[in-house]
């Protein structure tokens, strides 16, 4: 059986050719725009969570899923233009306010952001997976792996973040019947 490793450079060392020149098939076109889509809205919540938290671990966390989530947007719109793809329609970007001019009531808790991107970060490294998988061209399974792994690298620095602060939601533990504690 092989490894992980194996199985990428396998992906990677298999000579089709310059696939970059074939059109990308309608799924590679689809996961890609989708997950565009993605991109943009985590932003959209990470900047108006930025308007409400004062927590400063938090707003690190927040910018630096920023930058990742904008690099890889970049990276596919230019991709997109080269391939001659329209743009998905995203949402307008939040204006920077002050986190003590809202309403408690009126902003969500520190706990409610860190789930959010949590729950953000988690459909980012699935649909990763899938858009690898499904990829014909090299050159997009590549992208995706790269991908991948900028998203794991984050969740890599952000889920200890969520442990020591207490806002990690663990499901209940699974006992076996017939298994003691």
Not at 6 to 34: K, Q, R, Y
Not at 81 to 103: A, L, Q, V
Not at 158 to 179: F, H, Q, S, V
């Amino acid at each position: 059986m092989t490894n992980i490793l194996d199985a990428v450079n396998g992906i990677f060392s298999t000579n089709l050719g310059d696939e970059s020149n074939n059109p990308m098939h309608i799924g590679e076109v689809m996961n890609t725009w989708t997950y565009h889509i993605m991109l943009t809205e985590a932003n959209r919540f990470a900047e108006m969570a930025l308007n409400t938290t004062n927590d400063n671990e938090l707003k690190e966390a927040l910018k630096k899923s920023i930058i990742d989530c904008h690099n890889q947007a970049d990276e596919i719109d230019n991709l997109f233009k080269n391939e001659g793809i329209s743009m998905p329609p995203t949402s307008e970007r939040k204006p920077h306010s002050d986190p003590n001019d809202i309403p408690i009531g009126a902003k969500m808790t520190d706990d409610e952001i860190a789930n959010g991107i949590s729950v953000k970060l988690v459909s980012a490294l699935n649909f990763c997976t899938l858009g690898l998988t499904q990829s014909i061209r090299t050159d997009l399974a590549s992208m995706w792996l790269r991908f991948f792994l900028k998203r794991a690298e984050y969740s890599a620095y952000y889920m200890p973040i969520m442990k020591k602060r207490g806002w990690i939601k663990i499901p209940p533990y699974y006992y076996a019947p017939g298994n003691s504690k």
